[in-house]
């Protein structure tokens, strides 16, 4: 199956029988981005803070299904801006999870790759101190520069620096997103790996069970192209690149429209799943 442009995806919020069909008699297990999917893409990271209205209904959800927030951000640092207790957090593309009842896991070999990390981030620093608009913002399993507010004739010697720091380091490796480079562990290891594992360590597997994951970036469609052959998958806005998405919603404005209905749903008599820990 080839991927789509986000515009020939059909619309979520104009499309919910279908979905509510292939929710009935299944346990939906929910899978959610958080930069550009439950907040706005901002020009600081630290900026994106989840507004009171969408936490409500992550709160509602959690308590009627199992709800997961899979972000490129440090683990900690995610789950201190959403600040719910019974929800499970993957941080740092999901090298890193942590959830109830004494859910936790690090990926072993990217804990190998720390110190590198360690010494690609001061060079980093050191390289792009005087880059006026550079961000680099260190998690625990990556480093992630952003040039969001960076001059446009900065971007090559920004991204031309990321990429030769890599280098030096045979366990590291780049990615992008939107506004933003990263070096991270050179694994095999992805956001669609991690949803793999977690669905396997919550015994969430099987026709029972219906995934869905909302995101909004290319990180985003490793998540989706495993959440396509056994679920739904919806892609928040346009990244630009084909995608194995199923629907789209515009912006995070439907995103929480989209998440109200589907506990309203739940409530009224959809089967649903709540985390076991097992």
């Keep these: ?5 986000w515009s020939e995806l059909p619309a979520a919020l104009e499309n919910l029988e279908e979905i509510k069909r292939a929710l009935a008699g299944k346990q939906p297990a ?10 706005p893409i901002v020009k600081r990271p630290e900026d994106a803070i989840l507004g009171d209205d969408m936490r409500a209904v992550l709160r509602a959800l959690a308590s009627r299904c199992t709800l997961a927030v899979v972000s490129g951000r440090d683990r900690a640092d995610v789950e201190k801006l959403v ?18 009842r004494g859910l ?3 990926h072993e070999r990217g804990r190998q790759t720390l110190p590198d990390l360690d010494r ?14 550079v961000q680099v913002e260190r998690k625990r399993f990556a480093i992630a520069v952003h040039y969001r507010n960076a001059a446009e004739d900065d971007l090559p010697l920004i991204q031309q620096t990321v990429r030769r720091v890599s280098q030096e380091y045979e366990v590291l490796k780049t ?22 594992w977690l669905l396997d360590r919550l015994g969430l597997e099987g026709d029972r069970v219906l995934p869905l994951y909302l995101g909004d970036d290319l990180t985003d469609e490793d998540a989706l192209r495993v959440v396509a052959e056994r679920g739904i998958g919806i892609l928040v806005g346009d990244h630009g690149r084909p ?19 589907l506990e309203r749903s739940l409530r009224s008599g959809l089967s649903s799943i709540s985390f ?3």
């Design 83 to 100: 600040g719910l207790k019974n929800l499970i957090y993957a941080g740092s593309h999901g090298f890193d999870i942590s959830g109830p």
């Design 1 to 5: 199956m080839t991927g789509k442009k």
């Design 104 to 106: 936790h896991f690090q």
């Design 175 to 196: 990615g992008g997103g939107k506004k933003i480079m990263e070096l991270k562990p050179n694994l095999e290891w992805d956001k669609g790996k991690a949803l793999l």
């Design 243 to 261: 995608t194995r998405a199923r629907f789209r919603l515009r912006d995070v404005g439907e995103v929480k429209e989209f998440l109200e209905e």
């Design 276 to 278: 076991s820990g097992s």
């Design 120 to 133: 690609a981030e001061t060079e980093l620093r050191e390289r792009l101190q005087d880059v006026n608009g």
């Design 30 to 39: 929910l899978f959610l981005d958080y930069d550009g999917t439950l907040t």
